[in-house]
């Protein structure tokens, strides 16, 4: 009972949470569908939903609706400043309450409810007591309440109160069999009504409801245009009014402006001025003296008006110190006054304009505005002008009262800023209530009045029309259950017989036995074939037209002999039907023909379903050919004993049948699993009832192969393990390709070491495995020296072979948890594994390995005939750092392998932090190269060279970088990064033909003829093969001579492939071209070669030249240049004179062309030309 008591509390608690929400939601969505002066609306849903609520679930709902009515009053109308407008707001949301429960009496009482609202009579009484009457009263209650608190005028009372009752009968009247279509079950027209009724009832509220919302958009916006143009003809008034204010003030400053000053005049310009404008409250004349940065004021006359608002006059010097003053400066004196300020200036002593007062005009800000609006005609509208929208100071001109203030619940208030003087004022204009009277059309709320009386009529004429078809419904529905009832006994013997029939598991069937067409089909033929009854029994030809096509010719033939028997017959026969989804169905027709008096008189017979059977012979079959399949078949009982085996198990393990049949699979075991290996097999398979992986097993002859197998265990019909089948396939050849493929995706396949793939694979475990353990290791990046000349000089095959070489002594030197790799070229790397407690315990580990790494390298490899040696150069980088990806600590080993080649090659280097910075900045240089290369930022500039006499012979282009950001660059700073970037090629080829097309230019504006330019050439660019082409090219593309062309070389040109640099000089000089050695005595050339190459000038390294007053080597070295090069009849010039003290020196010595800044710097084309070329025209 107690149970019971709790299950009901329960539920009406859920009840009432329901009604709640529901009510107050229903209001809160029909809030724009009320007048915003009263909330009284032409339609309220919550009256229908809480009559609904409490016609069904009882007077408990009622606490429920106090509550959500009280929250939307709350949310609508909550005034609560006074303990009566307090108590009147608690009362007021009981007359909802009220409604509800005099409606729910009148209809109990009157109407007979609960009913289902079939009758037109049950409808009408309904309706009459729950709207026009039930809801009089409480409607009357609540507008009495809101005029009470304030919320709507006197005037507005009839209005208000007859909206409301008729919103709340509109309420009732759609919205309560909304309601009962949703929530109630005691009868099925409810459900029924949903489309009926529901439906439309929705689509009509929601198309009324949408047509009022954008009438009253429409409308609403056609009145903010109206209050806009009143808010700009306010705005224009007051503008006026402070112009004339300033004018004002502006003629009294004029006074003061006289020289001498006359109080008599300033006195009565002001009482005249006092006398013109009422809201002049009083004039002063403040003189001003200049403070630091400001002005100090101090009064001196002042006129004020007799009688009015008091003002503190005594404010206003203390006020203008604080304030920027400017024509018409104007700021707040309390909270009733404002001042506009005049200043006056003079010319001071230093023709500067200074501040000698002001004069300052106090005003009333009530009479500002009513002098400035008495003008227009805004009655209708309140105005109210503001310095600050947070705290607003100034109050309305008219005599605006709290019920007016609810105007703008409308939102019509209009905001604008006002500038008058230097000073932002917020004016405000709001409409009064008769500015809606008088300006509001009223379509809107007419359409919606007139659209839900007419949306409630016609939900009480639905509920009619929908009940008076449930009544005819209703009997002819009783009429039915009568014949029903007469008709089961009359079938009581053809159901009996007919139970017979469709109890049997087969097709019962009779025919016409001339047209074969059914007459009569048993319920199975649904079940078997999926065919309805009433096909089989429609269709003339059904039988005919869903034989199988193979069986088809047969099965007719047979009935066709039959059909011409004289007595008598059975048939049995086997054939296939196509069912309903398709599937194909084996059926066994046994038939039997009757004969009488020679004439067939009947056909019947019954088609058993023999699929089943049809599929375990086929099944058979298929497994006997499976069986003996190209994969291997096992099968043990459930102790694993061999039972049976296929032949293509004989030819993968070499096991006959009967040398297995009887033993266990373990005859087959390889012994390359472990324990743990059949442990997870067997857990698998008894978990599972399957295993499927990779095994190695062992032939009869010995040899161990990979096989791919599937075992899977059989259980019997108690779900115990019966058999172990066991399928498998030979995969020794797919493991020798994944090892081929593996091979070539992780290896170098020259020297079947790491590749970068699989390195960084280790990489990335050791680099985890040190960070887990704390623990450290290295990675070595070495560089074979000079690998490419031996590679390019003794062909690929030598080079080839050298690196298997270096890649066997590399493995020698290495632990086994090391590895070493290549990443290409002659680039390999060693990653040493990571078990060092230390980065210095790493770092030492890591120097020992490279000593003993080079100390290989080092040692001569016989490489064919002869034998050669190598250095290399090796950079290393610690792990884990500052760096956590494999890539970033190889870009760190690789920057101190280039740190060790740029120290002499054949060295060893950590990676420094600095190292990574001159690398990234090398890296910023090679990228700007490109830019500049693309955009044309190269220009040539030409180094004078002169003779003894001091004339210009020659000239050599130098190139320079004319960059945005770092000025003009010289090649110092690019080209070394061009040389190692392949850069050079481009600049080299672009050198070439700016050189060509200058001296060409020159020689087209008729300028001097200069005997050659030199341009310098780098060893890479000279190594092309078409290097010789190019500048053949070059010269014929702009038809110079070719001896106003020089080529300079430096001599490491000279000791890599004699032979081809030789070939190279001699078809320059074939073309007409000089060639100069640069440089000259640095280098490792030996002194045959000069007499060997073809050469025209040997440039002495500046070098020499700047110590040759200090060094006595230096100058044995150029004077030996020099003697050395008269003997073998060269030009010699020597470069980077810079002091008359080494010119004299080396004219002393028989040097005769010299080039240096001693003459002058390299110079543009233009300056060259403008310096050199022209003084000779």
């Known amino acids: 009972m107690a149970e019971r008591q709790q299950d009901s509390w329960l539920k009406n608690l859920r009840y009432i949470a329901m009604t709640t929400l529901l009510f107050y939601m229903a209001g809160r969505l029909s809030f724009p569908l009320t007048w915003s002066q009263n909330y009284a609306g032409a339609v309220w849903p919550p009256a229908g939903i809480e009559l609904g609520a409490v016609l069904l679930w009882g007077y408990a709902m009622l606490p429920g609706i106090y509550l959500a009515e009280l929250l939307l009053h709350y949310e609508a109308f909550f005034v609560a400043d006074t303990a009566l407008k307090q108590v009147v707001f608690f009362l007021a949301p009981l007359s909802s309450v009220l409604r509800v429960w005099l409606a729910t009496v009148l209809v109990r009482r009157y109407a007979g409810f609960p009913n289902t609202l079939i009758s037109i009579r049950a409808i009408l009484l309904f309706f009459l007591c729950a709207c026009p009457v039930a809801t009089f009263l409480p409607a009357l209650l609540s507008v009495i309440a809101l005029r009470a608190n304030g919320i709507i005028l006197e005037s507005n009372f009839l209005f208000t109160f007859l909206t409301w009752w008729v919103g709340d009968c509109s309420g009732i009247a759609i919205f309560t069999p909304l309601f009962f279509i949703v929530f109630n079950k005691s009868h099925r027209i409810w459900r029924q009504r949903l489309f009926s009724l529901g439906l439309p009832l929705m689509v009509i509220f929601s198309i009324v409801a949408m047509g009022y919302l954008y009438a009253q958009n429409k409308e609403f916006g056609r009145l903010q245009n109206l209050v806009s143009n009143q808010t700009g003809a306010v705005k224009d008034a007051l503008l006026d009014e402070y112009s004339i204010h300033v004018s004002v003030l502006g003629r009294i400053k004029d006074v003061v402006a006289l020289n001498p000053f006359n109080e008599t005049y300033f006195r009565f310009s002001a009482q005249t001025a006092l006398t013109q404008h009422p809201d002049l409250v009083g004039i002063e004349w403040l003189s001003a003296q200049k403070i630091n940065q400001g002005y100090r004021f101090n ?634 290369i693309d955009k044309g930022r190269f220009i040539l500039c030409y180094h004078p060279q002169m003779d003894i006499k001091g004339e210009i012979v020659g000239a050599e282009a130098l190139i320079r970088w004319e960059d945005s950001l770092k000025g003009r660059l010289s090649p110092a700073d690019f080209i070394p990064v061009a040389e190692e970037s392949n850069l050079i090629l481009t600049i080299g080829k672009w050198v070439l033909m700016e050189a060509c097309n200058q001296i060409k230019m020159w020689q087209d504006d008729g300028l001097a003829v200069l005997p050659y330019v030199s341009i310098n050439v780098s060893s890479r660019q000279f190594r092309q093969q078409d290097f010789v082409d190019q500048v053949k090219y070059a010269l014929e593309s702009t038809g110079i001579a070719p001896s106003r062309l020089g080529i300079e070389l430096t001599e490491s040109v000279m000791i890599v492939d004699t032979n081809d640099t030789v070939d190279k000089m001699k078809a320059l000089k074939a073309l007409g071209v000089s060639i100069a050695v640069d440089d000259f005595g640095t280098g490792y050339s030996s002194l045959v070669y000069l007499k060997q ?44 004179v810079e002091t008359l003290e080494q010119l004299v020196f080396l004219k002393e010595k028989g040097c005769t062309i010299f080039q240096g800044y001693y003459f002058d710097e390299p110079l543009t084309a233009a300056n060259f030309a403008e310096t050199y070329l022209k003084q000779e025209l």
């Open 299 to 932: 009064r001196q006359i002042f006129e004020t008006r007799q009688f009015g608002r008091p003002v503190n006059f005594y404010s206003i010097p203390k006020l203008l110190s604080t304030l920027n003053i400017a024509q018409g400066s104007i700021a707040l004196l309390g909270k009733q006054h404002y001042l506009i300020a005049v200043p006056n200036y003079e010319m001071g002593l230093n023709t500067c304009q200074c501040m000698t007062g002001v004069v300052v005009g106090v005003f009333d800000i009530k009479a500002f505005l009513y002098d400035a609006m008495h003008r227009g005609n805004y009655r209708q509208i309140v105005v109210k002008l503001m310095d600050d929208v947070s705290n607003p100071q100034v109050e309305s001109v008219f005599g605006m009262n709290d019920d007016e203030d609810m105007a703008d619940r409308f939102g019509l208030a209009k905001w604008e800023t006002i500038k008058l003087g230097n000073k932002d004022w917020y004016l405000q204009v709001m409409p009064k209530p008769i500015f809606l009277s008088e300006n509001y059309s009223w379509s809107p709320w007419q359409l919606l009045i007139g659209g839900m009386f007419l949306t409630g009529v016609m939900s009480i004429g639905l509920l009619a029309l929908t009940g008076h078809t449930e009544f005819v419904a209703d009997q002819v529905d009783k009429r039915t259950q009568e014949l029903k009832r007469s008709n089961i006994k009359l079938a009581a013997r053809e159901q009996q017989f007919r139970k017979l029939v469709q109890t049997q598991s087969a097709i019962v069937w009779r025919a016409d036995p001339v047209t074969f067409r059914f007459v009569f089909v048993s319920a199975e033929a649904a079940s078997i074939l999926g065919y309805p009854v009433k096909q089989w029994l429609d269709e003339p030809d059904f039988w005919q037209k869903h034989l199988h096509e193979d069986d088809k010719e047969n099965v007719l033939n047979l009935c066709a002999r039959g059909s011409i028997s004289t007595h008598n017959q059975n048939f049995d026969q086997e054939y296939r039907m196509i069912a309903e989804d398709g599937h194909i169905v084996w059926l066994r027709d046994i038939s039997t023909l009757v004969v009488e008096s020679g004439v067939i008189t009947e056909l019947y017979g019954f088609m058993i379903d023999i699929t089943r059977q049809k599929h375990s012979e086929e099944q058979l079959r298929l497994a006997a050919n499976t069986f003996e399949s190209q994969q291997g078949i096992m099968i043990t009982d459930k102790e694993a004993k061999i039972l049976r085996v296929n032949k293509a198990f004989t030819q993968i393990t070499g096991f006959s049948a009967v040398q297995v049949i009887g033993d266990n699979p373990r005859i087959l075991k390889s012994g390359r699993h472990d324990q743990a290996f059949f442990e997870d097999y067997w857990r698998q398979l008894l978990t599972n009832d399957k295993f499927e992986g990779e095994i190695w097993n062992r032939r009869k002859n010995g040899e161990v192969y990979p096989e791919w197998q599937t075992v899977t265990a059989v259980r019997n019909n108690q779900g115990e393990v019966s058999h172990y089948v066991s399928v498998f396939s030979d995969i020794t050849e797919k493991k020798d390709a994944e090892n081929k493929i593996h091979n070539m995706a992780f290896y170098d396949p020259l020297t079947n070491l790491p590749n970068r793939r699989l390195l960084l694979d280790r990489f990335d475990h050791e680099i985890a495995i040190a960070k887990r353990y704390k623990q450290f290791g290295s990675v070595l990046y070495l560089d074979l020296d000079h690998f490419k000349i031996l590679n390019d000089s003794q062909g690929h095959l030598v080079g080839d072979e050298l690196l298997i070489q270096v890649a066997a002594r590399l493995s020698e030197v290495l632990r086994e948890e090391d590895t070493p790799a290549r990443l290409g070229g002659d680039e390999f790397v060693v990653l040493l594994h990571a078990n060092s407690e230390s980065l210095s315990a790493a770092a030492d580990h890591a120097m020992t390995v490279a000593e003993k790494i080079r100390e290989q390298i080092n040692a001569p490899f016989v490489l064919g005939q002869y034998q050669h040696q190598i250095g290399t150069s090796i950079g290393i980088a610690l792990f884990p750092g500052d760096q956590e990806s494999p890539d970033g600590v190889l870009q760190q080993a690789d920057t101190a392998m280039y740190r060790s080649k740029s120290s002499g090659r054949n060295a060893i280097n950590f990676f420094q932090p600095s190292m990574q910075e001159a690398a990234d900045l090398r890296l910023s240089l090679e990228q700007d190269l490109r830019g500049a």
């Open 1093 to 1136: 190459l073809p050469l025209d000038v040997l440039k002495i390294d500046r070098g020499f030249v700047r110590d040759i007053l200090s060094d006595s080597s230096d100058a044995v070295i150029v004077e030996t240049i020099i003697s050395m090069a008269k003997h073998l009849n060269i030009k010699v010039i020597a470069e980077g």
